[in-house]
T-cell receptor, first 109, second 110 residues
Framework: TQLLEQSPQFLSIQEGENLTVYCNSSSVFSSLQWYRQEPGEGPVLLVTVVTGGEVKKLKRLTFQFGDARKDSSLHITAAQPGDTGLYLCAGGATNKLIFGTGTLLAVQP | NAGVTQTPKFQVLKTGQSMTLQCAQDMNHEYMSWYRQDPGMGLRLIHYSVGAGITDQGEVPNGYNVSRSTTEDFPLRLLSAAPSQTSVYFC?????????FGQGTRLTVV
């Protein structure tokens, strides 16, 4: 069974700080996705990484896929209150996407 | 585009009652799934479908049924609600660019 573990579980930081969220597995994934979920809403896809070592940037968010395709990280530069939310990584077959337990981020103004 | 539409948004059931959560997508995606989200547990896959007429069990299928008579619709049925099924339920439709989720149904079973 493929499992995705995320760390940290909770993160509370001040506006302007940098942070990194990790997603780790003992299994190899053909691709990993990152989602952000806000209260009362469904997860929204941020990015998909497919190649080992790949780095993708989305404004202040930088996503990296590990060389062995077993892990991924999300780095946020100069966090803003609007970045607050639950960040989820996900991977697996098209018909059986599995999710990590998530990192709950709170950015204080 | 509406994307993925789930109804209802909120529901309270008594133990033993049955109900159907509706899900519809307008993106012509073959793959659709139902997840439940509980505190500290993340999103867990209940059932999924790879196309009309084809469904399969996910990680936590007990107490739930699904059907997929059309590409657009993928309803989830609770046969006899139990307090352990209190959760937030999400329907997802998956295409080449990733999964798209509905807004969720917050279900409370008393």
């Amino acid at each position: 069974t493929q499992l995705l573990e995320q760390s940290p579980q909770f993160l509370s930081i001040q506006e302007g700080e940098n942070l990194t969220v990790y997603c780790n597995s003992s299994s190899v994934f053909s691709s990993l996705q990152w989602y952000r979920q806000e209260p009362g809403e469904g997860p929204v896809l941020l990015v998909t990484v497919v190649t080992g070592g790949e780095v993708k940037k989305l404004k202040r968010l930088t996503f990296q896929f590990g060389d062995a395709r077993k892990d991924s990280s999300l780095h946020i530069t100069a966090a803003q209150p609007g970045d607050t939310g639950l960040y989820l990584c996900a991977g697996g077959a098209t018909n059986k996407l599995i999710f990590g337990t998530g990192t709950l981020l709170a950015v204080q103004p | 585009n509406a994307g993925v539409t789930q109804t209802p948004k909120f529901q309270v059931l008594k133990t033993g009652q049955s109900m159907t959560l509706q899900c519809a997508q307008d993106m012509n995606h073959e793959y659709m799934s139902w997840y439940r989200q509980d505190p500290g547990m993340g999103l867990r896959l209940i059932h999924y479908s790879v196309g009309a007429g084809i469904t399969d069990q996910g990680e936590v299928p007990n107490g739930y049924n699904v059907s997929r008579s059309t590409t657009e619709d993928f309803p989830l049925r609770l046969l006899s609600a139990a307090p352990s099924q209190t959760s937030v339920y999400f329907c997802a439709s998956r295409g080449p660019k990733g999964a798209f989720f509905g807004q969720g149904t917050r279900l409370t079973v008393v």
